[in-house]
């Protein structure tokens, strides 16, 4: 009988094909230990992979002895791995059976990468399913959070979800199968045996087929997830657009339901929380320039777009350019010529274009970001004026001033770059050499 459920729900959810290499993750338990038997009867082409946390000791120790011996015994592929799973733990900032879990499947995957095996089988039950349901609820999840486990995600399949663990303890005695018992299981140190041991047999007693209940709530959710995010990539292709390296998020945001909600799916990729997006979303119609942080990512509200940009790198805040290099290339594209007869030149009236005295500025000249107390003398004014006053009469957003370049010559500013010259480096009837600057912008 359970041959036949462990058949049919692998055809029933198309978790592979027949001829397909299959790479068993086997503990030693009665989970693993069930699902490799399981898999031998139908005849599938499997290996064992078996991982040593070295959590218990000796106890690891022997669980690593049993599994490979079930793999001689049975005469498929073994693979093993050690981890030192507490290091692990403490270097990356995760509780131990977080670090035991990244260690795992990280291995699993090169595993099966390199030796040629089509999936890694789990051997998760329906007790699981419930389980990690429940722990995401308590700890606070979205909606993704309550889909549960799947029977199949990227490369890895769980052929166990339809049975229960009774009846793969009953499967287990009725074949004689021997299986290594986790004395970690019996205690109520980790959450996940408190819902086991404590919360789940309430529910049994309130609904005896919780967990068959439980199985079939996770399948809903997951379809309505499906639909959900059909609907979030459907808003992305409306409302969001790539402009160069920065990601423009309409406002119209506002007008779609639970708005708050899509705005986080927006931003998560960006690093921004689901806390930090309802902040963003009450504060959406107020007064443009304001920015929010994520670890980064900048998220700078405008008129009438949310634009999100990488963290600008603190490196190389300079860039000092030597005489006449001819194409620039970074931080941004320049193309700078010497012109050593200025009779005859005819001065580009582009902003693009910068045309100065080559004999008023002293090399190597420099591109950085702009400070504040920054000053110069826009070309046409008898006067200086401070930078900042200049972005405020040019109505430069947030975002355009933290992007804008200037070329200094020492401390003096010779051109807001892509915009303004500096009066002081002008052509004039006393020019002899000239030096042309053409800012070559990225097409977007």
Known sequence: MMQERFIDYIRTHHLFEPDDKILLGVSGGVDSVVMMHLFLQAGYQVAIAHCNYQLRGEESDQDHVF????ARDNAVPFYEKRFNTRDHAHEHGLSVQ???????Y????????REGY???AIGHNKDDLSETFLINLSRGTGLKGLTGIKARREKVVRPLLFADRNEILNYCREQGLHYREDSSNQTTHYNRNKIRHQIIPVFQQINPRFLETMRENV?????????????????KQELMHQKGSDVYISK??????????LLFEMLREYGFTGQMAKRIAAEMEGIPGKAYYSDTHKLIRDRNWLIVTSLSSPEQERYYLEDVPGKVNAPLSLQMRRIEQAGNYQIPHHPDIA??????????????????????????LD???????????RKYSRLDKERVWLLTSGEKIVWVVGDRLDDRFKIDAQTQRILEISYLREEN
Request: proline content about 3%; overall charge neutral.
């Open 118 to 120: 089509d999936w890694v």
């Open 106 to 113: 990280e291995w699993f995957e090169q595993v099966r990468s």
């Open 67 to 70: 599994v490979r011996d079930l």
């Open 219 to 235: 399948e809903r959710l997951q379809d309505a997830y499906d639909i959900y995010r059909l609907f979030v990539e459907e808003k």
């Open 252 to 261: 119209q945001v506002k007008a779609a339901g639970a708005y708050p909600t």
């Open 383 to 393: 006067h200086f004026k401070k930078l900042s006053d200049f972005f405020v009469d």
């Open 98 to 104: 977080m670090a035991a879990r990244s260690l795992r």
């Open 355 to 380: 045309s100065v005295d080559y004999d008023k500025v002293v090399f190597p000249l420099i591109l950085r970001r702009w400070k504040e107390g920054d000053y110069f003398r826009p070309l046409g």
